[in-house]
């Protein structure tokens, strides 16, 4: 809400320095597990997302200024909205941590909307809530029965998620295996430690009960190609025939002369591989180095990232006896997009396979769970989080976390889920919600300044009253 008050009266320069302290201090609070990688990204990133923050600021501006009265705080939604979704993509894929919409994680009334508008619905009705309290606090003394409207307009927004009907899912059963085998605090060499980790989902899926659907090991159980690898070979085939069940499993692999992916590869349960996914949306400057010879000789902390790995292009989809599931890698969660391909190539569940030992004890992890939490609601499908080295969860289609596990700790979750029967309107429709806002600023824009060309040279300017100030 200050900031939106701020926006409503503020001069352009104003705007700028009140959007760039507000930025600077919040992604520097939520991003400071970054500074693990050096303070150049964490400055680096922080500074990136602030630009991103005040640049939409000020195209709402050039909307507010065209505006009128209780109608100029409006535009703070919009704008705000568009500088959210531009900077989740851009540049070099963006950076989504901070959306509003993900605030509303834990807060089941609200995402039932999720499937309907995405997360993106989520934060236009944040920033419209907060716009709409402020001039609740402007009209408070001067036109009391007017923010008591407002107030009344608020507390009706709020309620209309909870008409909406709860996330389900109604096929066929399922029970997974999420295997947690955990990596060695402080690993600074995968490779060093990497028999550890193996023989610790070795030992783990050993104590499975019954007779999984589907076992997972996550992202970082395999920092050599266990294809091409022999003893890791061996053992994985052994597991998975022992186990008697087709496997999910995560693995660097070898891509030939165009470099490696980081993969989830598909066994069945006579222990071949009968698929992979590669990974889409690659970690700037963690798997792949933008500007690498420009950059490479100034920062030394690139020097951790060697080689580039290569991005895929394929939304693969994994088939087992009771229905086909997309084994999202890690920072793909957080695109929206992403997800919904998978899911319209004809996923039912959604498994993210995530890897966060390098961010040791921060809240990296659990920030990371509220993407999963935003993608099983609006999809209404169970979604297995499962980490290396946690927080791995089991996630129900209202996006409540029903289970998870401690960081750096093995552990093995066994849970019963249903796969979907259907798609959302989300997944049908996409980011509407962003689209009409764009389409919405871009026309109002359009027609003040046609307006004010066909307006008389000579006309009076209106007159400003202490109510539209």
Same mark, same amino acid.
């Given at each position: ?19 760039a302290?507000?930025?600077l ?48 705080i409006?535009a ?13 993509y ?35 009705i ?40 709860a ?9 997974l295996?999420?295997?947690?085998g ?35 090991w ?7 190609d ?32 165009a470099g ?9 349960s006579?222990?071949?591989? !009968?698929?992979?996914?590669d ?22 902390e ?8 290569? !991005? ?24 929206p ?11 039912r ?47 129900d ?21 249903r ?17 009409? !806002? ?26 400003a ?5």
């Open positions: 809400m200050p900031l939106a008050l701020h926006f409503k009266f503020a001069s352009t320069k104003a705007l700028a320095v009140g959007t302290a507000f930025a201090v919040f992604f520097g609070s939520l991003l400071y597990w970054i500074s693990l990688f050096g303070k150049p990204a964490f400055i680096g990133l922080v500074v990136v997302q602030t630009l991103w923050v005040v640049t939409a600021l000020q195209l709402g501006r050039m909307l507010r200024d065209r505006a009128g009265g209780s109608w100029k409006l703070f939604a919009p704008a705000f909205l568009l500088g959210e979704y531009a900077r989740s851009l540049p070099w894929g963006g950076f989504a941590w901070g959306g509003l919409g993900y605030t509303l994680h834990d807060y089941l009334p609200a995402l039932r909307l999720a499937p309907y508008t995405g997360v993106w619905g989520l934060s236009l944040l920033l419209l809530v907060n716009c709409i309290l402020a001039e609740a606090l402007l009209r408070a003394r001067s036109k009391p029965r007017f923010a008591a409207a407002l107030i009344a307009a608020v507390a009706v927004i709020g309620a209309l998620p909870v008409l909406l009907p996330g389900s899912a109604e096929g066929t059963e399922a029970r295996a999420l295997v947690q955990n990596v060695p605090e402080a690993n600074t060499d995968p490779l060093a430690d990497d028999d550890e980790v193996v023989a610790n989902h070795v030992s783990l899926t050993g104590e499975i009960r019954g007779d999984p659907s589907l076992v997972i996550p992202e970082g159980s395999f920092d050599r266990p294809r091409a690898y022999e003893p890791y070979a061996s053992v994985l085939q052994q597991t998975v025939r022992e186990t008697a069940a087709p496997f999910a499993v995560g693995a660097t692999t070898r891509g030939g002369e490696p992916h980081n993969s989830t590869l598909f066994l069945e006579h222990g071949e591989v !009968a698929g992979q996914y990974k889409q949306r690659l970690v700037p400057f963690g798997e792949f180095v933008p500007l690498r010879s420009a950059l490479q000789p100034i920062f030394s690139l020097d951790r990232v060697p080689i580039d790995l290569m !991005a895929g292009d394929t939304p693969t989809v994994f088939s087992i006896d009771e229905g086909t599931f997309a084994s999202i890698i890690c920072y793909e969660s957080t695109y997009d992403l997800v919904r391909g998978f899911v319209n190539n004809g996923a569940l959604l498994v993210v396979s995530a890897n966060f030992s390098s961010y040791e004890r921060t809240a990296a992890a659990e920030q990371h769970l509220a993407f999963s939490q935003m993608r099983a609601a609006e999809h209404r499908m169970w979604l297995a989080h499962a980490a290396v080295s946690g927080r791995s969860a089991v996630i289609p209202t996006g409540d976390v029903l289970t998870k596990t401690r960081l750096f700790e093995p552990a093995l979750l066994e849970p019963e889920v796969f979907a029967d259907g798609v959302t309107p989300y997944a049908r429709f996409g980011d509407w919600v962003v689209v009409l !806002a764009g389409v919405g600023v871009v026309l109002a824009i359009g027609v003040s300044l046609t307006r004010k060309r066909s307006e008389p040279e000579d006309a009076p300017a209106p007159e009253s202490l109510q539209e100030s």
